[in-house]
């Protein structure tokens, strides 16, 4: 399924967009020639209730966010594909569950070697393809390979096996978390300046903004990084939209994650904590971008996606919010790391004039490896044997169909957990949190809480009731879902594709369910 669910569907076009018997539309071919400008951005850990458009009850200003969903439409049931950085990147990325990749658990460093194939199929490469001119500007965190000597890195020589080999034609970004030294500037292949000293901050002398200790650069400055990197964004657009070619902005932003620096005027700002400051300054960061976008005319030809990596982490001081009502995972249970909704659960708001409803919400189950399929679809692209592997397209749903054909999402948690949910049930194949929220895994299990765990998100969306005793088919029902789509390396229509690595995903002392 491209365009239309089924070909026996009476069809017509009327103002750019199928219309068929059901109600429902979706873009047609005119509209898909007109190759849309794709600005993705992504932030880092931030949570579900830290933006006014996914939680009424948010005490964070984000009124940029909130003006562009009311120009857009606002996912209210969207996830990451983990509850982590690098893996949640190469889901987006990809279209591709990433417990598929050789990932199993945990995130990437600031040194480690690139994760991401050049023979994988990626969003660069789709839109490449596409006749896209294509840039990633940020917050790489998938890994690129330093050129070493005696063990060390040498930054006066090229580093290899960056975005561009993922379908990028230039990138600039640091490749790990803001946290993660190495301290510097890679631009499409070459560091901007060589370290010439370490540095570092400690929790202790500062329990918001700490980064571990390594190797800077004297162009890299921790606390302008945010706004330099929407600085270098907005030159991007302006460049771009002075050409007839469309292209694609991959933003992947390395905010609010720690450290958690505000600037002024944002500093103190929220009257909360940084933490809050510095949503704002990104919020306010996102609308300079946004009104780049429309100075430079291209404003109803651009398709504008913004989502978050995850949930928020518990870095942001959750104690402190609380004093002011404000809660980063709206009554969702967890955090960053989790493989409760809290974990994955993130913001996903879409604008395209025109194209897109507007002012609109939806609670069409969405994860981010839909992207792919989506942009896919968007540019009049086939589906191919691979990539996209685990997405499924949301055009309908942009234009306002209730749903797209999602069957059921298979979600991450740092520690390698798995959960799948299908309508209102999810299944967590684990003891405890499956990441830092308590009961971490190795308590729950000391305190002998069951392997599984089975919510009806319907009637408990706050995941505190374990219905799996209850409810044994479901239960097994799920399992064997679960296991098809590990088995077919996909859960899309397609052919059998082989996974990264021999994925397991049954708790110890639970058995495969029989056929």
Same mark, same amino acid.
């Given at each position: ?134 840039? #990633? ?7 690129? @390979?330093?050129?070493? $000597?005696? !063990?060390?890195? &040498?930054?006066?020589?090229? /580093? ?121 300054? #990104? ?7 946004? @009104?780049?976008?429309? $100075?430079? !005319?291209?404003? &109803?030809?651009?398709?504008? /996606? ?210």
């Amino acid at each position: 399924m491209n365009w239309i669910r089924n070909a026996a569907v009476l069809a017509v076009m009327v103002g750019g967009f199928v219309v068929n018997d059901e109600g429902s539309r979706s873009c047609a071919e005119e509209v898909s020639a007109q190759r849309p400008n794709i600005v993705l951005v992504m932030a880092d850990d931030l949570g579900i209730g830290d933006v006014s458009p996914t939680n009424p009850d948010c005490k964070i200003k984000t009124p940029r966010l909130k003006e562009l969903a009311s120009e857009g439409l606002t996912f209210l049931d969207a996830h990451t594909p983990s509850s982590v950085c690098t893996p949640t990147r190469y889901g987006l990325l990809t279209g591709r569950y990433n417990w598929r990749s050789k990932l199993a658990s945990g995130v990437l460093s600031g040194t480690s070697q690139h994760l991401i194939p050049a023979d994988r199929p990626t969003l660069g490469h789709l839109l490449h393809q596409a006749g896209y001119h294509t840039a #990633m500007i940020g917050k790489w965190h998938l890994g690129w @390979d330093w050129t070493k $000597k005696n !063990g060390k890195i &040498d930054f006066s020589q090229p /580093v290899l096996n960056g975005p561009d080999i993922n379908g990028f034609d230039q990138y600039y970004g640091h490749c790990g978390s803001l946290d993660m030294p190495p301290y510097v500037w890679v631009d499409t292949g070459k560091a901007t300046a060589i370290p010439e000293r370490e540095e570092g901050v400690t929790r202790k002398q500062s329990p918001y903004g700490w980064y571990r200790n390594g190797p800077i650069a004297p162009d890299f400055e921790i606390e302008q990084v945010l706004p330099h990197l929407f600085e270098k964004s907005i030159a991007y657009v302006e460049e771009r939209s002075q050409t007839d070619q469309p292209f694609f902005l991959y933003l992947p932003l390395p905010a609010p994650h720690t450290p958690i620096v505000p600037v002024a005027p944002f500093k103190d700002a929220s009257q909360m904590n940084p933490y809050a400051d510095f949503v704002m300054q #990104m919020d306010h960061h996102m609308g300079q971008l946004l @009104d780049a976008i429309a $100075k430079a !005319g291209i404003e &109803d030809e651009t398709l504008v /996606v913004f989502t978050s990596d995850n949930g928020c982490s518990p870095q942001a001081n959750f104690g402190k919010l609380a004093e002011f009502d404000h809660d980063p995972s709206a009554g969702f249970r967890g955090h960053k790391a989790d493989i409760y909704e809290g974990g994955h659960r993130v913001p996903l708001i879409v604008r395209w004039p025109g194209k897109v409803v507007a002012g609109e919400t939806t609670s069409a189950v969405a994860c981010l490896t839909d992207l792919y399929t989506t942009f896919q679809s968007i540019t009049g692209q086939p589906r191919e044997a691979a990539g996209g592997e685990d997405g499924f397209d949301l055009s309908g749903v942009f234009a306002g169909d209730a749903a797209s054909d999602r069957e059921a999402l298979v979600s991450h948690s740092i520690g390698g957990s798995f959960a799948i949910r299908r309508g209102n049930w999810k299944l967590c194949l684990s003891h405890g949190s499956g990441g830092w929220s308590d009961p971490r895994e190795p308590k729950a299990k000391n305190a002998g809480l069951p392997p599984m765990q089975l919510y009806d998100l319907d009637a408990d969306p706050g995941e505190r009731n374990n219905v799996a005793d209850q409810n044994p088919e479901v239960t097994q029902s799920l399992l064997r879902l679960l296991r098809e789509y590990v088995d077919s390396g996909r859960s899309t229509d397609g052919p059998k594709l082989s996974n990264d690595r021999d994925v397991t995903f049954l708790p110890e002392g639970v058995t495969s369910p029989s056929p």
